[in-house]
T-cell receptor
Framework: DAGVIQSPRHEVTEMGQEVTLRCKPI?????LFWYRQTMMRGLELLIY????????DSGMPEDRFSAKMPNASFSTLKIQPSEPRDSAVYFC????????????FGDGTRLSIL | AQKITQTQPGMFVQEKEAVTLDCTYD???????LFWYKQPSSGEMIFLIY??????QNATEGRYSLNFQKARKSANLVISASQLGDSAMYFC??????????????FGTGTKLQVIP
């Protein structure tokens, strides 16, 4: 079975540009999560969706960040305008409902803002 | 207080030896779940093992086992017969309702394990 698929794997762009990260969750999973990982802050939950509906976006750092899930098989995380401090690895994860269900992670997008 | 504490930033283990990675947690919930993930240098996050708060037996998955001590609020990962491919960051994580919704998972800061030939 295909796992969580993220694109692109790497993104290098200049400050001020719009960045769009994409995620395809595992088919049939009810939940989708966006995380950011940095050396300083570790793994941070940015936002999560249940059945395409955003449930908690309290981790989104500021208005420059937005996330959508237009259907069960696709989600985007957008940063506009991007800043050097947004440089990080961004992970998408999905899971089934259930307390014992693990989150399955994509390979991540390594984002560098110059 | 930190919800998940991993006190060992880095550890070394000899190949073929067993190693224990420590994890303590803090929750007031009676129902919660504990997870361990592995992150090799290539960057992906790999789910290893799960322990539920009501599980009476310690979880095991191949060479991985979880030493769950509920009263002490610890959930240590034991890797038996270490292999070079076990060199990675290991994250302990917890899902509990008081995190603000039962699907949220809180991750620890990780332990970097290096296996020495």
């Amino acid at each position: 079975d295909a796992g969580v698929i993220q694109s692109p794997r790497h993104e290098v762009t200049e400050m001020g540009q719009e960045v769009t990260l994409r995620c395809k969750p595992i088919s049939g999973h009810d939940y989708l999560f966006w995380y950011r990982q940095t050396m300083m802050r570790g793994l941070e939950l940015l936002i999560y969706f249940n059945n395409n509906v955003p449930i908690d976006d309290s981790g989104m750092p500021e208005d420059r960040f937005s996330a959508k899930m237009p259907n069960a098989s696709f989600s985007t995380l957008k940063i506009q305008p991007s800043e050097p401090r947004d440089s990080a690895v961004y992970f998408c994860a999905s899971s089934l409902i259930g307390t014992d269900q693990p989150q399955h992670f994509g390979d991540g997008t390594r984002l560098s803002i110059l | 207080a930190q919800k998940i504490t991993q006190t060992q930033p880095g550890m070394f283990v000899q190949e073929k030896e067993a190693v224990t990675l420590d994890c303590t947690y803090d929750t007031s919930d009676q129902s919660y779940g504990l997870f361990w993930y592995k992150q090799p240098s290539s960057g992906e996050m790999i789910f290893l093992i799960y322990q539920g708060s009501y599980d009476e037996q310690n979880a095991t998955e191949g060479r991985y086992s979880l030493n769950f001590q509920k009263a002490r609020k610890s959930a240590n990962l034991v890797i038996s017969a270490s292999q070079l491919g076990d060199s990675a960051m290991y994250f302990c994580a917890m899902r509990d309702f008081s995190s603000g919704g039962y699907q949220k998972v809180t991750f620890g800061t990780g332990t970097k394990l290096q296996v020495i030939p």
